[in-house]
């Protein structure tokens, strides 16, 4: 066994060496004797003898054909085990769980090391023993313990209040709430009506389970169903009765943590409270023993797996994970012990993810833009806080513009959100957050929205998330519905411009002529949050693709952005390839490139003649593209007028000729011709792409768009193709026009 390198701890005194002696196996121990505390420690592995074969898999599930897939951390084909670096902690002697390096950087994947981070609670003296997973041929190259440099616990809040008889779902115990609800439906409430009868229909045709529980409490309430109420038990005792939350494997990602089992705590605090009446002395104190023990183990795995979902600050497992464990933990102060320490951790991590959001409203890519995704957990910690603690977060400035944004993006005539990255997708859930901001800003907007969504037909789903979302949204719309404040339609005089700065998001209406254009350029989760967006897993679901537009004519995403899946390329947007290369990192990463970093593309300027109605958008792409690629300059500009025409303009310049390649995406239901260099996409209605002016002789075909699918697909599977244009010769400087007509 090769020679690891010394434990360097870090106190108050300096650092301080401890030697460590690998067993044979390869296992390592090592005391913590620093004062009671979160600790954080820190490895890097010399791994030039790994098997690094590892980490590519063929994929042939979900539509696939077999395709070379990674580097992956987790076997995507062998129940998420992971594949990278991995030890089973022990501390004190008990079991922790099975923690493994972080996602590998492209950095880190040249000079061929892993790297990662784990923390945990100490009260004492902690003996630490890490066991390898399996036989790795890797070296401990640095390992550093500390005082967790991130996290802390604090003190909690002076004043705060138990749970029992003040968190929110301590109310809905009372008869008297429902009865009331029960009345409103035929007046203030009353176009919930038709939707919660879909709901009490979900409920009596379906297993909605434990994570369906507000549903079934409001079908039994409301619709005076006793079935709904043995339901809402059962799922109770099946939930308690598990021998672990989230993948029942140990050795799988997300064992006793990640959101599902977030949603399992959350459900089963939320209905302790509900159905306290209803429980039984031996069905409550197993409910609360069962809460104890997983709300132990929950908090334990957030900080193992703080370089996965434990520690992302704004990606959706993290940011829905810790959110809804702190509307748990809220909801079980004065009931569980243990529940003061939850609290004491929960909130000031819950303060880094709320300095991470997008200051200008945009619903981020690590939250799939959707709004429910987005706001759901947040809200329900909001709301438990606020009752606890007179505290409200919705009192801080990056939460009124989401209207804003949605009021931009929204189109009435499709009920779709017509943006780069959903591109035109219908909205459905968040009634609770919308209620609220409705409520505490007195924005009609926000309760229009909130109307609108509930009674929009359901729309086609195609993830499991999509039914609860509908239907528990309407449940808590129901419950938060505030009637003093109407509802008032967005109203958005177009041809306008809206520049998200803080997102790098562009968006452009004009709907007289049915026209939204919407451009990205910038950090991933935006530029607040880019110095808090430190967790390799923060930056999920982006393929390499700045610069990148889509186009929505009369509410169809004509020009569109193909999925991302499980392998992330720059071919997948409408962007510039250099001699048949993509942007930095554009090495076929599954789901996200880890530990990206901003490199200082940008969107220069965007404005609108008011004179002209004309709209100008220029961006700078150079730093998108990697040094290997020569880009010495590279903008990019978008002409928008209301002759229905839309010029896209590139000026390249690289270190020596290249050929070089436009690609315009879109899919291939929609229908991709091409006549000589004239590209027409879709029929009714029909875009046409042309290159015009005095620009280099260019070679036009229609090509598939090779997307790997993940085990979901917004497109439902169906398949992408792309325009491509090409310049017949090496070019060492160009500008290139494409017109762009409907």
Known sequence: ???????????????????????????????????????QLSIIFDARDYDWGLLYEPLSKYENTGQITGPWDFSINHGCVPVVPAYWVTINGESVGLWYASRVSLEDLERKRFRGRMAFLTDGPTEVELR???????RWQS????????????????????????????????PALWERLSEALDSSHSFYRPAL?????????????????????ATWRLAGDESALEAALKAVDDTVALPAFGNAACDCYGHNGDMGAMVQLLNLALAYHALRDHLGEERRERLLEKLRVQGEIFLRQALLMCDYWGGSVLQDHGWKSMFGFGATALHLLGEIPE??????????????????????????????????????????????????????????????PIVDFLAAAYDEATDQIVATGPDAERQYGAQLFLNRIASKYGDGRAAWFARRTTGCPLPEMYHGNHPYACHLGVVYGLLTHDPAVAPVAPDQP????????????????????????????????????????????DLLGNAPGAGHFTLVINGVPLLCTPDGGYRLKTFLRSVLLIDDEGQYGDIGYPMSIPAWRHRGERIESAAIDDLTQRAHIRLDLQPAYAEETGVLAYT????????????????????????LSWLFQTKEEFGLTLDGLHATVGQEPALTIAPQGDIPE?????????????????????????????????MESAVVEFAITW
């Open 1 to 39: 066994m090769p020679q690891y390198a010394d434990l360097v701890v870090l106190t108050d005194d300096g650092p301080r060496r401890e030697p460590l002696t690998p067993d044979a196996d390869g296992t390592v121990r090592f005391t913590a004797n620093g004062a009671p505390g979160l600790y």
């Open 132 to 138: 390898p997973y399996r036989e790795m041929n890797v």
């Open 143 to 174: 390992a550093v313990l500390e005082p967790d440099p991130v996290d802390t616990l604090e003190p909690l809040p002076e004043g705060i209040l138990p749970a029992a008889g003040n968190a929110p779902a301590a109310h809905w115990a009372d």
């Open 197 to 217: 009868e879909r709901v009490f229909e979900w409920v009596r045709t379906g297993e909605p389970g434990i994570r369906g529980f507000p549903a079934l409490l």
């Open 339 to 400: 529940a003061e320490r939850w609290v004491s951790y929960v909130i000031p991590r819950l303060r880094r993810s709320l300095k991470a959001m997008p200051r200008d409203g945009v619903i981020p890519a690590t939250s799939h833009y959707r709004l429910f995704l987005y706001t759901d957990e947040v809200t329900h910690y909001r709301d438990t806080l606020l009752a606890l603690t007179g505290e409200d977060i919705f009192d801080q400035p990056q939460f009124p």
């Open 494 to 537: 177009t041809p306008k411009v809206w520049h998200f700065e803080d997102s790098g998001l562009v968006h452009y209406r004009d709907d007289e002529s049915g026209m939204a254009l919407s451009v990205k350029c910038g950090p991933i989760a935006g530029y607040a949050a880019e110095p808090q967006v430190t967790c390799p897993c």
């Open 636 to 659: 990019r500009e978008f002409i928008a007028a209301p002759e229905r025409t839309l010029v896209v303009r590139d000026h390249v310049v690289c270190d020596r000729p290249r050929i």
């Open 698 to 730: 260019l070679s036009a075909s229609v090509r598939p768009t090779e997307v790997v699918w993940s085990y979901t697909s917004r497109n439902h599977f169906r398949p992408f193709v792309h325009a491509r244009y090409d310049t017949t010769a090496p």
